[in-house]
């Protein structure tokens, strides 16, 4: 979590600030992190990171073409000194992966002083907002790293209907109503790009999740006529994934290019509904398979799985994300299962 005076001086560079560029991984924590803040004083402009989790040199273009007086980065992994050093601006960093080295930013990450912390950076926003109304959007990313924040009791007293009482992790994610929330930040920011900023512009307007799943404004049935469309999609192929469970601890589920990304949300929803077993959810695009791995201690049998192989990857220990050269792949997954015995 942050401290008070990291808080404190948070909402002073957000409030001072005129024209902020906020650049936020494109999953649910990333977007619920740029919501929580934006709409405190609803400044500034969003830019999601898609195709990779580095902030480099390639992304100096939007720089130029916002021309920002200060940038806010959320939930990026990664970000090169040659961004820092070119882009000439103030730079916070907010973050809840390993702790990385950089000059000349503002760099917020609970695993600083702790490396096993783990606070997804939308309860970190969060904590600079404490807008009560925003409650549900702090929830929704929370729960899309799979984080159950400490004020949920005051979410279940504003929406009952969509909470009765705290349950486990994975009951409330995949057999609950609340489930839809995280998911809604994840799917909006699939298919056409005009679609995809329509969205995110909507939600730094909307008041409640009953005005998008009860359909109570026009701009909340937008929402929800596109989250009903790509969730169709999801469902799709969820039943797909579920008919490769065996008796083996590996569920192993491969899709090709031709659909929609669902790597991480297929992955995330099979290790809840099967915690006993590990998940490899892969998806190849051109020559490369992106893959999406869940269970416990993942990260140390992708690491090792790794090693001979032309790849790369990495993430939390129970949840990580890797990339792997097709001519690779088979050597990759004996390697990976070879990990499990």
Not at 92 to 98: A, E, G, I
Not at 126 to 155: H, N, R, T
Not at 255 to 264: L, P
Not at 300 to 318: E, F, I, M, R, T
Request: hydrophobic share 40%; charged share 30%; with cysteine.
């Amino acid at each position: 979590m942050l401290t008070a005076v990291e808080v404190e001086f948070l909402r002073n560079e957000l409030a001072e600030a005129q024209n902020p560029l906020f650049f936020h991984d494109s999953d649910g924590d990333g977007l619920g992190a740029f919501l929580a803040l934006y709409r405190i004083h609803r400044k500034g402009k969003s830019y999601a990171l898609g195709s990779t989790s580095c902030l480099g040199k390639e992304f100096l273009r939007k720089v130029e073409e916002i021309n920002p007086d200060k940038i806010f980065v959320l939930d990026i992994p990664l970000m090169k000194q040659e961004f820092v050093d070119k882009a000439n601006r103030p730079i916070f960093w907010l973050d809840h992966h390993p702790v990385q080295e950089i000059k000349n930013a503002r760099y917020f990450n609970p695993r600083i002083k702790d490396p096993l912390a783990y606070i997804p950076t939308t309860r970190m926003a969060y904590q600079v907002s404490e807008k009560p109304e925003d409650i549900w959007i702090a929830m929704a990313g929370c729960l899309a790293d799979f984080y159950l924040p400490d004020f949920i009791d005051e979410f279940i007293k504003q929406y009952p209907q969509w909470l009765e009482k705290v349950e486990d992790l994975p009951t409330m994610l995949f057999k609950r109503e609340i489930g839809k929330l995280p998911k809604l930040l994840f799917f909006l920011q699939k298919g056409p790009t005009s679609e995809v900023s329509k969205s995110i512009k909507i939600l730094t307007r909307i008041k409640s999740p009953d005005e998008i799943f009860k359909q109570e404004t026009p701009q909340g049935k937008f929402i929800y006529n596109r989250f009903i469309k790509i969730n169709e999609k999801f469902e799709e192929l969820l039943k797909e994934a579920k008919k490769k469970v065996t008796r083996s601890r590996l569920i192993l589920f491969n899709y090709s290019e031709n659909k929609w990304s669902f790597t991480n949300n297929l992955a995330n929803e099979l290790s809840g509904l099967y915690p006993d077993k590990k998940v490899i959810i892969a998806r190849k695009k051109d020559e490369l398979i992106k893959c999406s791995l869940r269970g416990k201690n993942v990260l140390y049998a992708l690491q090792n799985a790794l090693k001979g192989v032309d790849g790369s990857g990495g993430g939390h220990p129970d949840a990580c994300g890797a990339v792997i050269k097709e001519k690779d792949w088979s050597q990759f997954v004996l390697n990976f299962k070879k990990e499990m015995k």
